[in-house]
């Protein structure tokens, strides 16, 4: 399994619509390709600006090159995101998972 990972910042006034605007493109879109194991979401407020950190599980990198493209290492944008985005990682990060433990339930948003 390889786990694909990727950052944003937004502006701390508009962090509430980030999480649902990224279920809604990019996770979105990720849980929707074949190949794709799941998702997770991360935030954290910072002093000026919420970090929020997406990591995609998926079985092969065929899979990630299915949702991402030949370049999958280039992070993929949607039309809208400067609208909810101060900045993010132009390029995401591939991880070998070498071990996943423990994550048999599901945990709601704002938990």
Known sequence: ?????????????????????????????????????GALLLRRDEVEETLFELTTLWRSMDAIREFAGEDYTRAVLYANDEQYFLRWDERVEHFEVTSLEGLNQQVAPGS
């Open 1 to 37: 399994m390889i786990a694909r990972r990727w950052r944003v910042w937004a502006r701390r006034e508009q962090a509430d619509a980030v999480g649902p605007y990224l279920r809604a493109t990019g996770s979105g879109d990720a849980l929707r390709t074949p190949g794709n194991e």
